[in-house]
């Protein structure tokens, strides 16, 4: 196979240009070429009256060596398979691991250790994703809560109701497997070359649900409504947990594998390890605001006249940069055409997300705007401060918004005038509670209310109108990720032996490709029956 990167093409353009393009750059006959994969496309929008494709391909030819040989090009290479070779299970213990959480390291993990026939058992505290779908549009509707099946607790963890984004920055080479498993299960065949893949919340529940009947089909189990609270810890390792389920009542499993992949909200979860004496620190994280446009101006602001091209969809930003105050800003988790999420997780506490369909056509189009949060800021040095601080800043804004789960909104430019807002503007705020327009330096801290003011003046000189008057800034948005990271050793388990930390509510990840490949490499390590005890 051969590789040839950076083949711009038209939008308009169909399938057939790949292949003309690429006889163009080997310099052959079209008929020479057996094959085309398009394996890479992105939108190159920098001049916003040119804006075009790129596409990395893949060709088969009836002469590969020959073809290179003539091409003489940089862009053109011998194309490397992906190859996935499942790890010898060498476990030998008889008890089944157990796998606490079912978001995406939990159903990654779950799904190799049963291909490897270990039958795990899954202890999800949520409900199935058909029945966290109605847990979740209730509380929207009526704002009764369910601390246990919302949009961060259930079948597909947090992901499931988000814009399902697939974008990350490490470079395992598992994120492949991640994508093509993803793929098999019913996602979009669109993430296999897109360079900015997206699954979307109303496809997410579908391809969930297809990992858990493999994994029951390979003889494990998933148990829904089961939360975990406590792990049976002697002589330095795991014999086993206890789970309460619906109805209150605890059922004990023995075990001695344990993987932890609970999710970054599971702070009863965090406070009952850390009791437990299992070893964790501080870590860095980022509260904010979501910022909601008119999609239609993104849009406009991203692609010119080209706005509104089906073969686009709606436009995306990505921006970071560094006020005078010194502390990093940046926009995070954006969901073009999509809608701000009522995210809360713990009565009483207000906290909101970004949420998209895959088709990405609502009305506004909205982002995280962070501040980067050190351990520095935090309330104290205890481990579990940072969850202090997150539930302060979530109570505040409970309260603000008189007990509704409202979220506190203020225009883009009341802020900036430091004027508390008491009325919307021409963008209409998505969140299904509604909002309750005020001051959300309020409700967020100093020192990220003034960073967030420096960085929207920066960022409006990078798309202009970002800083929009009628622009509304939804907050708290609390939950990036964990502030606590639960130490793991090179077997990837904890002082406690058979224990193994995994994916975002461990602080290892930080999003879904990141966390289900971090819960591959957790169920790989079960599988090699390494032990640190």
């Known amino acids: 196979m051969i590789r040839i990167t950076e083949i711009k093409i038209p939008l308009d353009a169909d399938e057939s240009t790949l292949l003309s393009e690429a006889a163009r750059v080997l310099r052959c006959n079209e008929k020479r070429i057996k094959t085309v994969h398009l ?93 966290r779908t109605r847990d979740v549009n209730r509380f929207f509707a009526t704002g009764e809560l369910c601390e246990n099946s919302n949009v961060q607790f259930g079948e597909g963890g947090a992901g499931t109701f988000s814009d399902g984004k697939l974008t990350t920055g490490i470079k395992d080479k598992l994120c492949r497997k991640v994508f093509l498993e993803l ?51 002697a002589n330095k390792a795991v014999h086993g947990v206890t789970y309460e389920d619906e109805n209150g009542s605890l059922h004990d499993i023995e075990t001695d594998a344990l993987l932890l992949c609970i999710g970054h909200s599971a702070r009863d979860t965090i406070e009952m390890l850390y009791k437990k004496g299992i070893t ?118 409970f309260t603000m918004g008189d007990g509704s789960y409202a979220g506190v909104s203020q225009l883009v430019g009341d802020f900036l005038r430091d004027t508390p807002s008491t009325k919307g503007g021409a963008v209409n705020p998505s969140c299904p509670r509604g909002v309750v327009y005020n001051d959300i330096r309020k409700v967020l801290p100093k020192k990220v209310t003034d960073t967030l003011a420096d960085a929207l003046v920066k960022m409006d000189k990078m798309i202009d109108g970002f800083a929009m008057n009628d622009a509304v800034l939804t907050s708290p948005e609390t939950r990036s990720s964990s502030p606590v990271r639960i130490l793991r050793d090179e077997f990837y388990q904890t002082n406690v032996g058979g224990l193994y930390p995994c994916g975002e509510g461990a602080g290892y990840a930080g999003g879904i490709v990141s966390a289900a490949v971090d819960g591959i490499r957790c169920a790989f390590a079960v599988m090699s029956d390494e032990r640190n005890f």
């Open 39 to 131: 394996t890479k496309k992105a939108v190159d929008s920098r001049k916003k009256d040119n804006i075009f494709f790129v596409c990395n391909i893949e060709v088969e030819t009836d002469n590969d060596d020959e073809l290179i040989a003539r091409a003489r090009s940089t862009k053109v290479s011998y194309a490397e398979p992906f190859e996935y070779t499942e790890p010898e299970n060498k476990r030998t213990s008889e008890l089944r691991p157990i796998v606490a959480g079912f978001g995406p390291a939990g159903f990654f993990a779950a799904l190799t250790l049963a291909r490897a026939g270990l039958r795990p058992i899954v202890l999800e505290r949520g409900h199935d994703v058909d029945t």
């Open 280 to 397: 964790m620190m501080q870590k860095p994280f980022s509260v904010g605001a979501r910022i909601e446009h008119p999609r239609e101006f993104i849009d406009k602001a991203q692609y010119g006249k080209f706005a509104g091209h089906p073969a686009l969809g709606a436009a995306d930003y990505k921006m970071a940069c560094h006020p005078e105050h010194g502390r990093g800003a940046y926009t995070f988790c954006m969901c073009p055409g999509g809608t701000v999420v009522a995210a809360a997780s713990e009565e009483g506490g207000v906290v909101v997300n970004g949420m998209s369909e895959w088709a990405r056509d609502a009305e506004n189009s909205n982002s995280a705007l962070l501040v980067g949060i050190d351990p520095s800021d935090f309330p104290s040095e205890d481990v579990l401060s940072g969850f202090e601080l997150q539930r302060q800043i979530e109570r505040t804004a």
């Open 183 to 233: 793929a098999d299960k019913g996602a979009p065949q669109e993430i296999l070359w897109s360079s900015k893949p997206h699954i979307g919340t109303d496809k997410l529940g579908e391809v969930v649900k297809a990992f858990r009947k493999e994994i029951i089909s390979l003889g494990g189990e998933v148990r829904f409504g089961c939360r975990l609270c406590d792990v049976i810890v």
